[in-house]
């Protein structure tokens, strides 16, 4: 029976082996994302020419057609899932008939073996994660300076001038805080949940869900955080922009000779372009900075369900410390599918802020 059970565990091994290797090639040749025909130039050119229209049903079905193609792709994860769980119920069955020692014996070796299987999945989702908030950070500091260029043409200077140092400052910093800070306490958890589960008498338990809820405690003070000292700022600086708008106009129009008046109002219609130009470009840079993010996260998606989906039905048929294993690996990759989202609304939230303050309203300038 021994002799059984090492063969089992033997090809087990190797079939899983050549899955993992299998599904780190296949997705992460994707990540890297080419849209070829999507560039910050096309789509402020489609927007500020009126060409341009978001269909809410296409963006509905494409992303539901990459959910499932991801989970097409990490299907065979279930099929290996339930290939452990038969060889643990086998073994579960020689407990009967043999020592507890076959049984314990061949649990361990099948358990590692699966949990190495989990988090070589679980690695891909660390790399899309760091990709998005590496990527959308660089994205940050190049449509950030453009967009407030603009608001900065467009009258509001004060604006302009808090808020580009503020908006790349913030952004550096989450950046750092999530993959210096968050990043590794996830990794920690990912250990933490393969040894309290190695064994029924580690209870790791109240440790790993403190370290959960601490992280998801950070991300809601960063998004709060983020919004408020935005909201803030952008409430503050308009002010001081009509007011420096205004003492402009005047100047220009009283102190310049003959022609100051026509040069008040031309400094006025150059204002009114900018304020167009920099809502097409803000607009064309949230596009492609959330499609950057789509299929990671459909990606991120698909293997949280995948490990859900897993859990629930290993318990079934198996030892329900694999079981555990899936439910905890599978809270740690939604708490990392939320992180993202997170990223990416603030991203969105910051260049929305760019575009929206210090609007022309024809009288600023």
């Known amino acids: 029976m021994k002799i059984i059970s090492a063969i089992l565990t033997i090809l087990i091994f190797i079939s899983m082996v050549s899955f993992a290797d299998e599904i780190d090639t296949s997705i992460l040749n994707g990540t890297n994302i080419a ?70 014996g061949g649990f361990y070796a099948t358990y590692l073996v699966f949990a190495m299987l989990c988090v070589n999945s679980i690695k891909i989702t660390f790399d899309y994660a760091d990709y998005i908030v590496s990527q959308l950070n660089v994205f940050v500091a190049t449509v950030i300076p453009i967009v407030l260029s603009f608001t900065a043409a467009s009258g509001a200077f004060a604006s302009s001038a808090a808020l580009n140092p503020l908006i790349i400052g913030i952004s550096q910093f989450i950046t750092f805080a999530v993959i210096n800070w968050l990043l590794p306490i996830l990794n920690v958890l990912i250990v933490l949940i393969i040894v309290n589960n190695l064994s029924y008498q580690a209870d790791l338990t109240g440790v790993i869900n403190i370290l959960l809820k601490s992280v998801k405690w950070i991300i809601g003070l960063m998004l709060i955080t983020f919004v408020g000292i935005m909201t803030i700022q952008s409430m503050v600086t308009p002010a001081l922009d009509s007011v420096a708008g205004r003492a402009t106009k005047y100047a220009i129009a009283n ?89 990416m609304l603030m991203f969105v939230i910051s260049v929305t802020i760019a575009v929206t303050v210090g609007g022309y309203s024809g009288g600023s300038l």
């Open 35 to 104: 849209y070829e025909d999507i560039t910050l130039k096309n789509i402020t050119d489609d927007i500020l020419s009126g060409n341009w229209k978001l269909d809410v049903s296409d963006i509905i079905s494409s992303m539901l057609s990459l959910l499932f193609s991801a989970i097409k792709a990490n299907y065979k994860f279930i099929c290996m899932a339930f290939v452990v769980a038969l060889v643990s119920s086998l073994l579960l069955n020689l407990k009967t008939s043999q020592s507890s020692e076959v049984y314990e």
């Open 255 to 343: 102190f310049i000779p003959v022609v100051g008046g026509i040069i008040s109002d031309s400094v006025s219609v150059v204002a009114g372009y900018s304020s167009a130009l920099k809502g097409a470009v803000g607009g064309a840079g949230i596009c492609i900075g959330v499609l950057m993010c789509v299929k990671p996260l459909a990606e991120i998606g698909a293997i949280s369900i995948l490990f859900n989906v897993c859990s629930a039905l290993t318990r079934t048929v198996s030892d329900r410390r694999y079981g555990d294993l899936l439910s905890g690996f599978g809270q740690v990759v939604s708490t990392l599918l939320v992180l993202v989202i997170m990223i």
